[in-house]
């Protein structure tokens, strides 16, 4: 594969999970050697739903210093906010005047982050055009995302296709970059819902933070099915195939050697060891993590991932202004 531009972001509203990592950052991590690759923490995102200023600051240097010490490499990636890139917000405003009220309507994630609330924010229905902002702004090749984000994907190259249609050949139709296996590591506490960091239940989403003893509480319990066969099977046994995906992902075992191990063992046998597996995998994340938000190396970090994305990112804000019809500005 000849080098490809890759852009993906993660929202910092929150603790970012184990399914964040599993989903979107080891691949993240993955891509770099390979690709020219831009990520960012999507701060214009996050005030879609409210948040404490102080909350946001925190957790905005929480997870730029958690895309390191996953192993993204500064030097490779350019890891940047997306709010330090001006051209996000104007080429949001942009795709969002070429957005159809409907197509916005359809979007799953709108519709659950809205239901049920009487006051919806005006961004949160707007959020995908933003999106669409962000990957077309460099042109992106490729896109890695989890399985949720697939919509949001589809309606960014329906954006960049009218865009292209209306106003001649300006922006590249990206493609999805979704794993095969752990693209929807679900719930501890409910396999029929993904992994979230917004779920007020702290039991069912292991933190890429948490310590050692929390791993082990939340995984011991972790909702299990009837039996008490370690065996994947989604239709009948959904939550011990959702901890078997995740052992699977932790251990860089199959799931089949995995089944081999634990026949006839039970769920508890399996459960206390795939604690040890998940506190093993995140152990040099977070002793990382730990130097680096101790070093104050992040700042710099940003700040030269911020330089080098806006230089992309103007070019191309520049081109799709004057092909809409804008007038050049002086400077
Ligand atoms: P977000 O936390 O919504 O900003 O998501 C950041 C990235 O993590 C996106 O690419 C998501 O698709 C991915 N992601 C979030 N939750 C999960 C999950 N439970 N399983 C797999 N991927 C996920
Ligand atoms: N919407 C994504 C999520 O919730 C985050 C995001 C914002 C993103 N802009 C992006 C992901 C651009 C990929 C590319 O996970």
């Known amino acids: 594969m000849s080098q490809l531009r890759v852009l993906s972001g993660i929202q910092p509203s929150g603790k970012l999970t184990l399914g964040n990592y599993i989903g979107a950052m080891r691949n993240f991590v993955a891509l770099q050697d390979e690709h020219e690759c831009f990520f960012m923490v999507v701060d214009l995102h996050a005030i879609t739903v409210p948040q404490e200023p102080a909350a946001l600051r925190e957790q905005s240097e929480a997870v730029a210093a958690l895309f390191v010490a996953a192993g993204i490499d500064p030097a490779k990636a350019a890891i940047f906010m997306q709010s330090h890139v001006h051209g996000h917000s104007e080429l949001g405003w942009l795709m969002t005047t070429l957005s159809y009220m409907g197509e916005l309507e359809r979007m799953t994630q709108f519709k ?47 954006l960049a296709g009218r865009f292209n249609h209306k106003f001649g050949d300006t922006f590249v139709v990206p493609e999805p970059f979704i794993p095969k296996v752990g693209a929807r590591i679900m719930s501890l506490d409910d396999a029929s819902k993904k992994m979230s960091k917004s779920n007020p239940n702290a039991g069912s989403a292991i933190s890429l933070l948490d310590s ?19 065996i994947f099977d989604v239709q009948n046994k959904p939550e011990i195939s959702n901890l078997l995906s995740i052992y699977a992902q932790c251990s860089g075992q199959t799931i089949e050697q995995i089944q081999a191990t634990y026949d006839g063992q039970g769920y508890g046998a399996f459960k206390k060891d795939l604690a040890e597996v998940v506190v093993n995998a995140l152990e040099p994340l977070q002793r990382k993590y730990t130097d680096i938000r101790s070093s104050g190396a992040i700042h710099d ?30 400077r």
Request: glycine share 8%; net charge negative.
């Open 112 to 158: 659950d982050k809205s239901e049920g609330k009487d006051a919806v924010g005006a961004g949160l229905f707007v959020y995908p055009a933003l999106m669409a902002a962000d990957i077309l702004l460099y042109n992106s090749n490729l896109v890695p995302v989890g399985d949720d984000q697939k919509q949001h994907l589809e309606l960014t190259r329906d």
């Open 212 to 230: 050692p003893d929390e791993i082990r509480k939340k995984i011991s319990r972790a909702k299990t099915d009837l039996g008490r066969e370690v």
């Open 301 to 330: 970090i940003l700040r030269d991932g911020a330089e080098r994305a806006n230089v992309v990112a103007d070019k191309t804000l520049r081109a799709a202004k004057e092909a809409m019809g804008f007038l050049p500005s002086a």
